[in-house]
């Protein structure tokens, strides 16, 4: 069996279940048991959480794989029994790196999108929000691409309908751009994605757009019906 020892808060196992989610497996696809410190009471390296584990699963310490990050968790595991091994953790500067590069192709995609969809006028900070949409699906399909096809076809309704475009293409490429944050931060999507665009000043019109987008307000546009 595998279990999860974690010492960890409330908020931050709920943001852990959201992106094991994201990648399409459910913590118990992982886990047999999950012994988290916040529900217990105790955490590691106290040794009466090693006991408490035992005392659940009925684990034999010497049988036992124990892997840690931290030094003080790894000596206690040992003396508790437990094959432990350190994990190694001196690889940070290669981590940089990739983040560094990650950073730049997020960037580029949200300059992509809004080039693509003819938006502008957006703060960088949303433009990067759009970018890290490349990274989300929603039922199988990017979220990116999604938006971007959004917006694009939103345009093309609302120069049929003698609508205006400008606001229909900006709705549509930033209707989802709550999922871009919904692994970090509590709240659905378009209750997050109204509070970024608030932030960043959006007009009242996109605003309404994005919220009613699930029917969760009335639309104040024909645009936001879009």
């Given at each position: 069996i595998s279990d999860l020892l974690s010492n960890i808060n409330g908020f931050l196992w709920r943001k852990s279940v959201r992106q094991i989610r994201n990648l399409g497996l459910e913590p118990a696809d992982c886990f047999d048991y999950f012994f988290l410190s916040y529900e217990i009471g105790i955490a590691k390296p106290d040794r009466r959480i090693y006991d408490f584990v035992k005392e659940k699963t009925g684990l034999i310490p010497e049988r036992t794989l124990y892997f840690d990050d931290r030094k003080d968790?790894?000596?206690?595991?040992?003396?508790?029994?437990?094959?432990?091994?350190?994990?190694?953790?001196?690889?940070?500067?290669?981590?940089r790196e990739w983040n560094e590069l990650l950073e730049e192709i997020i960037k580029?995609?949200?300059?992509?999108?809004?080039?693509?969809?003819?938006?502008?006028?957006?703060?960088?900070?949303?433009?990067?929000?759009?970018?890290?949409?490349?990274?989300?699906?929603?039922?199988?399909?990017?979220?990116?691409?999604h938006s971007i096809e959004v917006s694009n076809l939103a345009r093309i309704m609302a120069e049929e309908l003698g609508l205006d475009p400008k606001i229909a293409r900006r709705a549509g490429l930033l209707h989802d751009i709550g999922?871009?944050?919904?692994?970090?931060?509590?709240?659905?999507?378009?209750?997050?994605?109204?509070?970024?665009l608030k932030k960043y000043?959006?007009?009242?019109?996109i605003l309404n757009a994005v919220e009613a987008h699930?029917?969760?307000i009335e639309p104040k546009s024909v645009e936001a019906v879009l």
């Amino acid at each position: 069996i595998s279990d999860l020892l974690s010492n960890i808060n409330g908020f931050l196992w709920r943001k852990s279940v959201r992106q094991i989610r994201n990648l399409g497996l459910e913590p118990a696809d992982c886990f047999d048991y999950f012994f988290l410190s916040y529900e217990i009471g105790i955490a590691k390296p106290d040794r009466r959480i090693y006991d408490f584990v035992k005392e659940k699963t009925g684990l034999i310490p010497e049988r036992t794989l124990y892997f840690d990050d931290r030094k003080d968790n790894y000596e206690s595991g040992r003396s508790f029994g437990f094959k432990s091994v350190l994990v190694r953790t001196d690889h940070i500067e290669e981590s940089r790196e990739w983040n560094e590069l990650l950073e730049e192709i997020i960037k580029q995609e949200g300059e992509r999108a809004v080039l693509e969809t003819g938006v502008h006028g957006l703060h960088p900070d949303v433009v990067k929000l759009i970018g890290k949409l490349k990274y989300r699906t929603s039922y199988g399909q990017n979220v990116l691409n999604h938006s971007i096809e959004v917006s694009n076809l939103a345009r093309i309704m609302a120069e049929e309908l003698g609508l205006d475009p400008k606001i229909a293409r900006r709705a549509g490429l930033l209707h989802d751009i709550g999922k871009a944050l919904d692994h970090d931060m509590e709240g659905t999507h378009v209750e997050i994605g109204v509070d970024v665009l608030k932030k960043y000043k959006e007009n009242d019109v996109i605003l309404n757009a994005v919220e009613a987008h699930h029917g969760d307000i009335e639309p104040k546009s024909v645009e936001a019906v879009l």
